[in-house]
């Protein structure tokens, strides 16, 4: 809900602006208004953000417009070019004490560029990425990896708060946030190929790949995970939470935040190997759980 006085009683609610409703940016809107804010949304193709309106939602028709009155503004949107682009078009449109959240994530050169121009801007801005997809979005179970000035920090908090299930502070600075997703969605890249990986060695050496599955059930290196896109494997459906076309897009921003760290990325060149397979063979814009097929030879 919105914020609350001492005696915990409603003192009005907080205006939010959410600029972005895609896959994520819906379901951090439709949480926002479930839990009383006001809330704004927008999007380029206005078609995608009108759904919301059911909910609630007051929807713009530019960025501009759903800025102005804004205490708080989120940015969920594919990447650095476009949120650069909506900065330099609706920055003048927010009071002094607005507070922007970036949030979507653009990689450690690009959330430079984001700074420098909130900076020009005069913006108060901090970052709040989401480790998470669609489901945990439009239930409120995000967790939020979250960098910025303290205070700051603290004026979203009932934002961020709505939105997940636990905040991670990774720094001070605006980008030690996005470091943390790039190490998360790492972990999540490599953790989907590897049950893809497991599931199609089984298959191809003539068992049935639900064994593999309980084979791993409640053992030391099970988690939930394996079988939650196991099971979506399996059935050769996969519907987007998280779209295979965002992961490969994100190991790439690894790759590109790793140059000159000393940090080895054969691995991560294997995974951008096995994604864009599975993309060549049409799966862009399915759930990340579509990597199965980059183990399937061509017939």
């Given at each position: 809900?919105?914020?609350?006085?001492?005696?915990?009683?409603?003192?009005?609610?907080?205006?939010?602006?959410?600029?972005?409703?895609?896959?994520?940016?819906?379901?951090?809107?439709?949480?926002?208004?479930?839990?009383?804010?006001?809330?704004?949304?927008?999007?380029?193709?206005?078609?995608?953000?009108?759904?919301?309106?059911?909910?609630?939602?007051?929807?713009?028709?530019?960025a501009q417009e759903a800025v102005a009155g804004a205490e708080v503004?989120?940015?969920?949107?594919?990447?650095?070019?476009?949120?650069?682009?909506?900065?330099?078009?609706?920055?003048?449109?927010?009071?002094?004490?607005?507070?922007?959240?970036?949030?979507?994530?653009?990689?450690?050169?690009?959330?430079?560029?984001?700074?420098?121009?909130?900076?020009?801007?005069?913006?108060?801005?901090?970052?709040?990425?989401?480790?998470?997809?669609?489901?945990?979005?439009?239930?409120?179970?995000?967790?939020?990896?979250?960098?910025?000035?303290?205070?700051?920090?603290?004026?979203?908090?009932?934002?961020?708060?709505?939105?997940?299930?636990?905040?991670?502070?990774?720094?001070?600075?605006?980008?030690?946030?996005?470091?943390?997703?790039?190490?998360?969605?790492?972990?999540?890249?490599?953790?989907?190929?590897?049950?893809?990986?497991?599931?199609?060695?089984?298959?191809?050496?003539?068992?049935?790949?639900?064994?593999?599955?309980?084979?791993?059930?409640?053992?030391?290196?099970?988690?939930?995970?394996?079988?939650?896109?196991?099971?979506?494997?399996?059935?050769?459906?996969?519907?987007?939470?998280?779209?295979?076309?965002?992961?490969?897009?994100?190991?790439?921003?690894?790759?590109?935040?790793?140059?000159?760290?000393?940090?080895?990325?054969?691995?991560?060149?294997?995974?951008?190997?096995?994604?864009?397979?599975?993309?060549?063979?049409?799966?862009?814009?399915?759930?990340?759980?579509?990597?199965?097929?980059?183990?399937?030879?061509?017939?």
């Amino acid at each position: 809900m919105g914020p609350l006085d001492g005696a915990g009683r409603s003192v009005g609610a907080m205006k939010v602006a959410v600029l972005g409703t895609g896959i994520m940016g819906q379901g951090v809107a439709g949480t926002l208004l479930r839990e009383g804010f006001d809330v704004t949304v927008w999007n380029r193709t206005r078609s995608k953000a009108e759904p919301l309106a059911t909910d609630g939602a007051v929807v713009a028709d530019t960025a501009q417009e759903a800025v102005a009155g804004a205490e708080v503004v989120v940015t969920v949107l594919f990447d650095g070019d476009a949120v650069l682009e909506v900065l330099d078009d609706a920055a003048g449109d927010t009071g002094p004490d607005a507070v922007w959240v970036q949030a979507s994530t653009i990689g450690e050169a690009d959330t430079a560029r984001v700074v420098r121009t909130a900076d020009e801007h005069g913006l108060r801005l901090v970052e709040a990425m989401m480790l998470g997809t669609k489901k945990p979005a439009a239930t409120g179970k995000l967790v939020m990896l979250a960098a910025g000035d303290g205070a700051l920090l603290e004026a979203v908090r009932p934002v961020l708060d709505a939105l997940g299930s636990k905040t991670i502070v990774a720094g001070d600075t605006v980008g030690q946030g996005t470091a943390l997703k790039l190490a998360a969605n790492a972990w999540i890249a490599s953790i989907t190929a590897a049950a893809a990986q497991s599931l199609a060695l089984t298959q191809a050496l003539g068992l049935d790949p639900q064994l593999f599955l309980d084979a791993i059930d409640g053992g030391a290196s099970d988690t939930p995970y394996a079988h939650l896109k196991g099971a979506t494997m399996i059935a050769g459906e996969y519907p987007a939470q998280f779209a295979l076309d965002g992961i490969r897009k994100d190991i790439g921003l690894m790759q590109e935040a790793a140059q000159g760290t000393g940090f080895d990325t054969g691995l991560l060149e294997a995974l951008s190997g096995v994604y864009g397979t599975a993309a060549e063979r049409g799966h862009g814009d399915d759930d990340i759980a579509a990597v199965r097929v980059g183990f399937d030879r061509e017939s």
